[in-house]
């Protein structure tokens, strides 16, 4: 059923997965207006899906965790919302620090959107989708060489901000970050009890074909580079010893659809939902017809990660709800990257 007059606002338009949302909104009939940082973003977009102009309205904020970052979009009288998507957060590994560049960006780019929603969003607003992690869920510490009990949405990474910038580590700022945007925006519904609820969506890896501008190679989004095109880039010399920072995947088409799904479906109201398919390994992406690989070896000599219970996602989405496998995602991914690089004159 269309829906038909709903509007939403989204922020990050320009990123990997918030492109597939734009496309989901688009045909299913969404009013949406969506945040980029400047003009020629939004210009970008459009060149690569001139089909959204009719349906996409574009703002710009270019900083969106400045004080007061979204007040003037949620005042606008042609505001009126019923459903807020927030996408909008870094997700990259080379930087030079990592509070500056990765905790306060996710940080205070949640709380001051939930801010001006609540104060000028409006009594219409019903429900904020927030695109999580699920490295707010796992735990940064353990021992990857021994799989313990599979994570479910009860569980909390235990990293923190302070380990995070003491080490530097890229990794523990990108996940100390999200947990805590995440704590941030359940914290701000206990305490200012807004007529909004909240849904979370935690994936894991995300791969699959991309929607989202892209001038050059170097700025294929950080999950689609480490985990696929990397492998045929030249970037990787040791593939035997290789590593990954996660071994579970989900394909971006699926994360995509569960916002979708979340802003209407009642038993998504106040919950996190993680998203993750299966595996992805060095060894598994090596099979899928990239390179030969090992067939007997499925993970890195070492590794065994703790597995993760999704039956949550099922529940709440319901019949019909199913994840991409694996080949699936990375063929199409490597479709995708074969033909930007064709854009690219390479």
Known sequence: MSPSGKRVFVTGASGFICSYILKLLVERGYQT????????????????????????????????????????????????FDYIIHTASPVAFAVQDVKKDLIDPAVHGTTELLKSVHKYGGPQVKRFVLLGSAVAVLDSYQDITIAGKDYTEKDWNPVTEEEAVKT????????????????????????????????????????????????????????NAFACYDFFNGKYKDVENLRFPFYHFVDARDVAMAHILSLSEPKASGQRIILVAGLITPQLVLHERIEVGNPSQILPVGVQPTGWDTSKSFEIFGKGWEYKGLEESLVDTVTSLLEWEKKWGM
Request: charged letters at 20%; proline letters at 9%.
């Open 168 to 223: 530097q580590s890229p990794v523990l700022g990108y996940n100390a970050g999200k947990k805590l945007a995440e704590q941030a925006a359940w914290d701000f519904l206990a305490v200012n009890k807004p007529v909004f609820d909240l849904t979370v969506i935690n994936p894991d890896i995300i791969i699959g074909p991309m929607l989202q501008p892209i001038d050059s190679p170097k700025h294929v989004n950080e999950t």
């Open 33 to 80: 207006v969506a945040s980029v940082r400047s003009p020629s973003k939004a210009e970008a977009i459009l060149a690569l899906h001139p089909t959204w102009k009719a349906s996409v309205e574009f703002v710009y904020v270019a900083d969106i965790a400045a004080p007061g970052a979204f007040d003037e979009i949620l005042k606008s009288e042609k505001a009126r």
